[in-house]
């Protein structure tokens, strides 16, 4: 779609994920088997025809700068791009300072394409979303920015933009992160409007906003906490309600489906969302192809049938490569090249690839980063305070094994 310029953010250290962050950046964590989380941004972007998109890293970015290089390569068409940007401190020998100062140092590369329109987008987030359908919005009501929101809990209200707004739309009211009294969605007592991190500009007024923002040095040069409070007074802000997104395919009953994976715990519940019975967010649409990179593998294998020694998965979800030897793996998420070996239980887990499970091992909520080795006849998930001696536990209990770990090996 010509006109329409996409930057997606996708520099945060992801500290609160840790240690899934502790060698990469939280868009480059791997999810759901076979995806990176940046791969839902850029599917969306993908599915929607918008196809001008510049990814703006900055820590920790190598492992993401090496899934962008095979995943996503668009090549033959000029108009058409998937650029990596790291941080180049175009405007001073510092790194960015914020969301805003992110587009802000890179405002050479907006000048250079002469966009109508600008999609600013976090690439961090498990959701799908036909842009097209914000953008129309957009264009509808003549907007200078466009923000999508959704309604959340009034307790977490505290770690989101809290929004008000009019019958029609238009932003009234815009508080970042509010410490106490949030303003609820009227009617909805339980609930705030809150935004998702996701905005369209007018190509003009994105430009002269931010080099506005750049001259204050109190500034946060934050999206957030500058950007939107100075320009909802103006007029000409208005709210995208996500619910009312439609993607063809897709039950009504999973429309909204968005979530923060921002710490271990909500990460872990959003991949176990994919493993439900009728999953809130559907891979497996053929109206939405999910497009990622996965080395090339043979189909996964479940072997041996005999008393006591069974090779199966049960209400999981298991990637190429994968061998279920005499084991059993319930309501899990196996990565690729995974080896399961005999007598061994997994339950409730995210395996992220590459793992060697041992002969007779229990596992239980745990998330295991790529590239682990698990002893044979290691119990983990099944002693609080023994797994909390040992590894990084959750504060809703889920253990994580962090990337190239040898556990039980002397």
């Known amino acids: 779609m010509s006109g329409v310029l996409t930057m997606i953010l996708a520099g945060g250290e992801g500290t609160r994920l840790a240690p899934l962050t502790g060698i990469r950046a939280k868009p480059a964590v791997p999810f759901g088997g076979n995806y990176r989380i940046i791969d839902f941004v850029l599917n969306n ?41 790291p941080a180049q401190m175009q405007t001073g020998k ?59 809990p009034v307790a977490l209200a505290h770690e989101f933009g809290v929004i008000e707004v009019d019958a029609n739309g238009k932003m009234i009211g815009f508080e970042e992160k509010p410490k106490s009294n949030p303003k609820t969605i009227p009617g909805r007592p339980d ?28 500034s946060k040069h934050d999206f957030g906490h500058n950007i939107i409070p100075k320009l909802y007074p103006l007029g000409e802000v208005y709210v995208y309600d996500f619910s009312t997104n439609r993607i063809r395919g897709e039950k009504e009953e999973v429309r909204g489906y968005w979530r923060d994976v921002g710490t271990i715990d909500s990460y872990y519940e959003a991949n176990m969302d994919l493993i439900s019975i009728v999953p809130p967010i559907d891979l497996y649409n053929k109206y939405w192809p999910m497009r990622s990179y996965t080395p090339p593998m043979p189909p996964a294998k479940f072997v041996h049938d005999e008393a006591n020694r069974t090779g199966q998965a049960i209400s999981s979800m298991v990637a190429a490569g994968c061998i279920v030897s005499g084991s059993i793996v319930y309501h899990s998420i196996l990565g690729y090249n995974c080896h399961v070996h005999s007598h061994a239980y997994i339950e409730k887990s995210v395996l992220m690839g590459n793992n060697d499970i041992g002969r007779g091992c229990r596992i239980r909520r745990a998330i295991i980063d790529k590239d682990v080795r698990i002893a044979p006849g290691t119990v983990i998930g099944e002693d609080p305070v023994l797994d909390k001696q040992r590894f990084h536990v959750s504060p809703d209990g889920v253990v994580v094994i962090p990337k190239g770990a040898m556990v039980g090996f002397d």
């Open 191 to 218: 609930f705030v409007l809150a935004s998702m991190g996701n905005y369209i500009f007018e190509a003009k007024t994105l430009v002269e906003v931010l080099e506005a923002d750049a001259k204050e040095p109190d």
């Open 45 to 85: 972007f993908v599915n929607s025809d918008l196809l001008q998109i510049f990814v703006i890293t900055q820590f920790k970015s190598h492992s993401l700068m090496k899934h962008l290089s095979r995943a996503w390569r668009v090549t033959g068409l000029t108009s058409r791009f998937i650029d990596p940007i």
């Open 94 to 152: 510092h790194w960015y300072l914020g969301t805003a100062d992110a587009v802000y140092q890179n405002l050479h590369l907006i000048s250079g394409l002469d966009p109508e329109h600008v999609c600013v987008f976090g690439g961090d987030h498990i959701y799908k979303m036909d842009v097209r359908q914000m953008l129309e919005f957009h264009r509808q009501h003549e907007a200078k920015l466009t923000v999508a929101a959704i309604p959340v």
